[in-house]
Nanobody, 126 residues
Framework: QVQLVESGGGSVQVGGSLRLSCRAS??????????LAWFRQPPGKEREAVAA????????TYHASVKGRFTISRDNAKNTVHLQMNSVKPEDTGMYYC?????????????????WGQGTQVTVSS
């Protein structure tokens, strides 16, 4: 059972930056066999995919609303995945979740991910 623990959330002003981290443990096989992703759930809304990163090919996918502002990266030696959030906007507010799927390619659909972290809150204020 893969364990995912997020960190780095908090409050930030509009236009600022924040870096989220997620450490994975207890996974089966190699870490690179897993697709890693970040999802968020704004208040009163459904969970949506923000960014995902394949383990082997290193292909990344982003939600249109964060392209050019957010960057997902992973450190395979440390079993971690990061989300660098720049130029944040109020609509970036929400609970951010790290997710993992044992798959060679990444889907931007929550149902394709078997493992989830507890989430870390991000609040963007003006």
């Amino acid at each position: 059972q893969v364990q995912l623990v997020e960190s780095g959330g908090g409050s930030v002003q509009v236009g600022g930056s924040l870096r989220l981290s997620c450490r994975a443990s207890d996974f089966t096989g190699t870490y690179t066999a897993y697709c890693l992703a970040w999802f968020r759930q704004p208040p009163g809304k459904e969970r949506e995919a923000v960014a995902a990163l394949e383990g082997v090919r290193g292909v990344s996918t982003y939600h249109a609303s964060v392209k050019g502002r957010f960057t997902i990266s992973r450190d395979n030696a440390k079993n971690t995945v990061h989300l660098q959030m720049n130029s944040v906007k109020p609509e970036d507010t929400g609970m951010y979740y790290c997710a993992a799927a044992r798959s060679s390619w990444c889907a931007m659909v929550a149902g394709r991910y078997q493992y989830w972290g507890q989430g870390t809150q991000v609040t963007v204020s003006s």
